[in-house]
């Protein structure tokens, strides 16, 4: 990890230790408040103090009556320029909470809006970026190492060693691994009209994502997140012999939402995919921290497998007929 986001990082826990913290909300927009989502996840299972994560619009207007002095607010844009997260960021700040942005654009707006500012690296598909500085693992540096801080813990610190030392070479190993699979996928899914995403816990915001990014925004392909304990309340009633769907099993505490979802959904649909974190190569990361990586890797696996989509549709992920083009 280069020195930059070691200082940036050290500084913002730091001042999250020297607060008498009474809640933690994660804020952003589309594929970055998939992003967040996961770290809320992680407080929630590790320690009482509550969280919550919130679309950047509707944390403004919903304005939680916890939200104040005792509040860490973490918000992240990866343009740092969409307009509702540099003004939840701002919002939080007016109530006195402590202000943490994550972004790939020092200067940009959202990191002048923050108090702490964390910048990540990115790199188009398939360009070499070492694993440790993408958003997420910048975002899982800043969460254990809070954690760390705080009640210091074997778990934690082999949770960050976990990221320093052992996630670009789980990230490259499991690309190499579902390449073959992600070429299948483009080239038998690319006249589909509608594909669906099902997961739970840590991994549903991967399907998430999935859905309204990759699938809607980049593909204008239809598609929905159903969460693996709601498809039987409703959604499975869609489940037809021709209907696509992409099942995300982790290996955490939900994973039997997911069997479940998962074994109904093949007996009906043939066109059932699994990915399943049983069968990534998860060497490197430490076993007692595992469940809450899947989804770094199924997010991984998952752009790859929109990549060759695109490459088959012949509909690059970069095209836009609404989004930056039109006022919204
Ligand atoms: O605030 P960010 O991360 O720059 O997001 C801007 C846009 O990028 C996406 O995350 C993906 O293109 C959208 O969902 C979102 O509207």
New binding site residues.
């Given amino acids: 990890m280069n020195q930059e986001h070691v200082q940036q990082l050290e500084a913002a826990i730091q001042a999250v230790a020297q607060r008498k913290v009474s809640n933690f909300y994660f804020v ?8 967040v989502t996961p770290a809320q996840y992680i407080l929630d299972r590790e320690i009482e103090i509550p969280s919550a994560a919130y679309s ?1 619009n509707e944390f403004i207007h919903r304005s939680p009556k916890a939200l104040g002095p005792s509040s860490v607010v973490i918000t ?7 307009p ?2 540099v003004a939840a960021t701002a919002f939080a700040r007016e109530k006195g909470a402590l202000t943490i942005c994550l ?2 654009l020092v200067d940009s707006p ?1 990191w002048e809006a923050a108090e702490f500012k964390l910048h990540y690296n990115y790199a188009p598909y398939g360009e070499a970026l070492r694993g440790e500085e993408t958003s997420m693992a910048i975002l899982y540096r800043l969460v254990f190492g809070i954690l760390q801080t705080l009640y210091p813990n074997e778990k934690y610190a082999n949770a960050i060693s976990s990221i320093e030392n052992g996630l670009h070479g789980v990230y490259e190993r499991n690309k190499a691994l579902t390449l073959d699979a992600a070429k299948a996928f483009g080239r038998n899914y690319k006249r589909e009209k509608l594909i669906y995403t099902m997961a739970s816990g840590i991994n549903y915001s991967v399907a998430y ?1 999935f859905a ?2 990759l699938l809607q ?2 593909q204008w392909i239809h598609s929905s997140a159903i969460h693996s304990g709601e498809y039987f309340h409703g959604p499975f009633e869609i489940t037809d012999f021709d209907v696509p769907f992409i099942v995300i099993k982790g290996l955490g505490e939900t994973r039997p939402l997911d069997d479940r979802a998962y074994d109904f959904c093949v007996k009906y649909s043939d066109k059932t995919i699994l990915i399943d974190a049983e069968t990534f190569d998860l060497e490197g990361i430490s076993p007692d921290v595992r469940s809450y990586f899947t989804n770094l890797v199924a997010g991984v696996v998952l752009r790859q497998y929109a990549q060759h989509l695109s490459e088959e549709t012949g509909h690059a992920l970069s095209v ?1 007929r609404y ?2 083009k039109m006022e919204y």
């Fill in positions: 952003a927009c589309g594929g970055s408040l998939a992003n950047s992240c844009s990866h343009s740092g320029n969409t509702e997260t972004t790939n959202l994502s309204i990014c925004e980049m836009r989004m930056w």
